[in-house]
């Protein structure tokens, strides 16, 4: 596991090309994003969710990323990439607890074939660390892409931050790695939750934070919306192949999973959970935090406003 | 075998086994694999002993130690025990620290029996892991490295994670260091700190007064086939071996080596110049050649010898079992005033170590367990298991958790303390239960959802309830639980955590519900939106 070293020597080398990163971006912006549909302009166009069918995980996402204008729309050459996948428990990929290690490796490799100068991934979980690296099959995502796995139970690597616009969350420390990377792909999985009725994109960001007991404290839902106000990923990857449809978020055995083979890819996170929740039977306005992430205009959760380009690959 | 190997054998297997054992014990990372540190721990006279006498595993090794000293002495004490070695560590450090005169001292016979049969009245009263605990050499070193050189290395490796970024170094990564509590650090901070003086003033002065272990291999030692023995012939009396001797066991005078103190180190048959110390058989009728006249008459000597030998043993014995008999009744009548004791500790032990008596009752409090647990739950106790169960591992749910599919400590146990179980059978091993205290709950006292513990509840015996304005309200079926602390980890309520898990005194099994393959919701082949 490549961890430290590589992180902070992207640092370095992030800070070096930080100009350019910028003067790239200033450049890069408007091109292929138009293509992709999505406009940066202050006038809010729909946002597009990309929904795919029937197919496996990789063959899924490519024809996702192919309508969104391929990884290279949101990958620009020499950038640094932080692939947030939900890492949480110590859990094999066939109990679906964490995100499956197939879609993973698949977004690790498009990354790098977009030309990102590293991609990195860690997750601050609930069960032991290297536990949950390993058994998810992270580990081996990480040893066979080149990818690096950071630990994310080390509180030296997270950062105070201000969000002052959060109602209860106004503070907190976040990973370095979702401060300082280029690119932040949020790519979770589709589960059944206790406490939240569903968890997916936005709920999985809670793994990038250092004090979960306050959110829970607090306002678990107010907090997960929050957090979207000072850091929203570049992209988010659901994968809804067999979501855990019960016993959530960890869940006790691969019965609680139900086979869809559906991903869901979008800039909007909102948008993302909204449809995530309908595959899970719920209307996006049960699921608190969608419904006051879209309140606090983070995204749209109503699916009529949203551009959903819909595949079947069978 | 040329006697000069001796030493060089002698320091290799202990080199060997002292490496491979402070690697197991302070590896804060698990980079040792954990069957080094249980095999090295297993060959330990006492946890193979207790393993034995428990029933627990066919562990042969100290019926292997008995042989080997009955033959040539106390080779354990200089090759395999832990606490011996590190001595030899801290004599050979502290050598040039001074001059040490060529001294023969006597020995604290008095002393040294008292701790033995304190040791084996203790253990037939069933204080026995009590006594083993504070007295076990190999679980002293345990302790000693587990609780205070573990953090310290964990410490070390922290303060060095920049640097080996900087010049390109994989792999190092921060470790919240894991100090004990105070009260449980005392014990080991004051060992190693006896054992250090004792060794740098007096060589292996502790295992000839104190170590049970070393005196009762010691009184084997005297007896002892094949001893080592000065032959007159060649000795020349320069005392070099004497000055070697880390047991002061030589004494010149006499020219006589008390074998019962002697550690089988060889230093002073290396030293020898005129390869006058070597092993002789002594089991045979005459008198040895090397005795000369002047000393008189062995068989006279030795006779009485025995015979004080054999009477003390059985006074030992009729004492021990006397004394137990006493402590046995008032246990009984304890036990006969009480009503039956619920089965509720306000303690939780491991998974597989089937109840806080037996536990107790076996568990030497190496620390082997502590140092290999992957999430750190498992802490020593300071005076929760009350004063005989001091240090012996506890569940400290403050810290963290049980990791629902490990068996690690199960796995490292050498004493037969903490069973093997199998994963499935751990899953069901029921340490404790948790009891919900819904009126602290965050998401009553706040009106805010949370459910933290039903989230991470690995049985489901937590669930959630709709309550409320569409909120979930945490809802708990006692019989799936399994007691692994994961709710009362992570409740976040505040002052008091709205669920603690209660330690069971007998360990059972919780229910568990077989749920059909879920089928909802149903695909129609498109998408719901």
Redesign the interface.
Known sequence: MKTRRDFIKAGFALGASLPFANLERLFAADLPLKTAGVSTTPVRAKSILVAVRDGERAAMLDKAMAALGGMEAFVKKGQTVLVKPNIGWDSPPERGANSHPELVKRVVEMCFAAGAKSVSMFDNPCDQWQRCYTNSGMEKVAQDTGATLVNGKDETLYRQVEIPNGRKLQEGKVHSLVLDSDVFINVPALKHHGGTLITACMKNLMGIVWNRKFYHRTDLHQCIADLLTFKKPTLNILDAYAPMVRNGPRGESADDLVVMRTLLVSTDIVATDAAGAKLLNYQPSDIRHIAIAAEMKLGTMDLEQVDIRRFKLA | MPPKLLKWLRVVVAVAVFAALTAAFVDF??LVPWKIGHTLGEIQFVPSLVALLAGASLSLACIIIVIVTLAVGRVYCSAICPLGILQDVVIRLTKRLKSRPASYARPHTELRQTFLWATIIAAVAGWGGFALSLLDPYSNFGRIMSDIFRPLVTLANNSV?GL???V???????VVPSWAGTGALMVPVFVLLLVVVLAAWRGRLYCNTVCPVGTLLGWLSQHAAFRLQIKQSACRKCAACMKVCKAQCIDLNSSAIDFSRCVACYNCVDVCEKDGIGYRFAWARKAPISTPAPQAAPDAVRDPHRRVFISKTMLGIAGTVGISRVLLASEKLRGGKTKPAPNFSPVICPPGSASVERFIDRCTACHLCISKC??GVLQPAFMEYGLLGIMKPRMDFNV?FC????VRCGEVCPDGAIDLLDVATKHLTKIGEAQLFIDQC?VVT?G?????C???????AV??IPYGN?L?LPSLNGDLCIGCGACEH?C???PDKAIIVTGLREHSFAKKIA???????K?TG????
């Open positions: 990372r698990e994670v080996a970024d900087t390109g170094w994989h792999g190092l990564f921060r992957p999430t963290a990791n629902f599919d490990c965050v706040n805010t959802d949370c459910a933290a039903s989230e991470h509840c690995p049985t489901k669930s959630t569409n979930r992570v976040p309520a505040k749920e059909p393959k879920a089928t909802l919701p695909s498109d998408f719901p939106f």
